[in-house]
């Protein structure tokens, strides 16, 4: 059977993998010269290592992906540490990553830590997410923890992440985000790209086609094939080409245009495109000097601040991998239409300055390189009862043949390479299982 798959990040990837594996004939259409989509990396001339557009590291528990690079023969490739994870608060920096640092931060009496302390342990042992998403974070949170550190931990965050969107956020998202989390980091010697590198050479070796620089732009059906046509930026542009079945790892509001008829297709299939997308941008400074002194996460809870979160990677790697250079990426998640989206990095950098000189006032700050990223729809936003509306495998989003496999299918937990790496094996085994069936099925009309 052929099988088409539309993106090359990790679900993209990570199916080709599984059904080339299983001897189906995969072809990989990827828009971006680059694979790994989020998880992207590039690497400067001085540099021996590649990084990551967008702040990346694994958890210790995060066991598909973990697996996965035990499978490629990358198992150690995996570096784990333990950095530093701080929040800005009253213009001072706290290390916020054990209880004994909640027990020991000025900005709540004795009586919110303890509750803040049983909200968390009570997150990492509940394992019932499902009641959780009927009832925002904000109401859970503050019944449970109280209405103080709700206002002095919480709300900054989600505040930050999701702007007025924070109220329909449901407690299950941050529920999963508590529960999910380790000490520990993890991450991948080489940047993801090792991973991602491994990734295209099995699936190559197994007879996978990759086409990267190839955007597809429309999918249609005729006579039970899927034809499928993109453009190709070296020859132009291809004629459309049949496939048994498809696979769409492309965020919900793209796969809605591609595929025909999605919002008709079923009621079903009406529903994830009601979940807003906000965009990720990340801006990233290569420096003589650190901007961060050792922390390597820092939260930015002040909202007068233009960015939300501080990732200081050279504080979880080594600088000699980035020719002994710091790298600190300024993170903000976007709605659609936010003056930050049409600005140049040059224009950000300069908004962003007096606020980084706030961070670290002795910081000569001599930038030898600035990068910008924007990854569109990169963070879907939970609602309650989020699992109802969640795209899934089955039934098939466009009709017979045609999936859609991406971020918002993961639930209750936010985005991860982890999950995407999951859900990839499960959309290869959907796919695989439906033409078995198909197959019996014919079978047995023909008898
Ligand atoms: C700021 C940020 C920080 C993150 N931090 C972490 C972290 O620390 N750890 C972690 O594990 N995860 C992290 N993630 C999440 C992680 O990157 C994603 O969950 C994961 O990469 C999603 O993989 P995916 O394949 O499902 O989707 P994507 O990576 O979005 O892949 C979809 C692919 O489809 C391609 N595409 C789109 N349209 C078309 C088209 N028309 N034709 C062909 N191709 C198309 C895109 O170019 C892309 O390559 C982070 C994400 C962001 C944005």
Known sequence: MKVAIIGGGFTGLTAAYELVKKGHKVTVFEKDTVLGGLAHGFKEKSWSWHLEAAYHHLFTNDTAIIGLMKELGLADRLITKRPITATLWNQALYQFDAPMHLLLFPGLPLIDKLRTGMLALFCKLFPFWQILEGVSAEEFFTAVGGRRAWEEIWKPLMYGKFGALYHQVPASWLWARI?????????????????????EKAIKRYGGTILTGVPLQSISIKKNCIYVCGRNAIYNSFSHIAFDRLLLTVPTPFAAKLIPNFSLF???FSLPLSIPHLHAQTLILETKEPILKDVYWLNITDRTFPFLAVVAHTNFMDKKHYGGHHLTYFGNYLPPGHPFLTMSKEQLLKKFLPFINRLNPSCQLSAVSCQLFTGMYAQPVHQLHYSQIAPK???PAGGPGIYLANMDSIFPWDRGTNYAVELGKKAAIRIMENMKQSHHGRATRDR
């Open 179 to 199: 529960k999910k989390r380790t000490p520990k980091l993890c991450y991948i010697e080489g940047g993801f790209h090792t991973l991602v590198t491994a990734l």
């Open 266 to 268: 079923t009621s079903h």
């Open 393 to 395: 495998l089955d039934p």
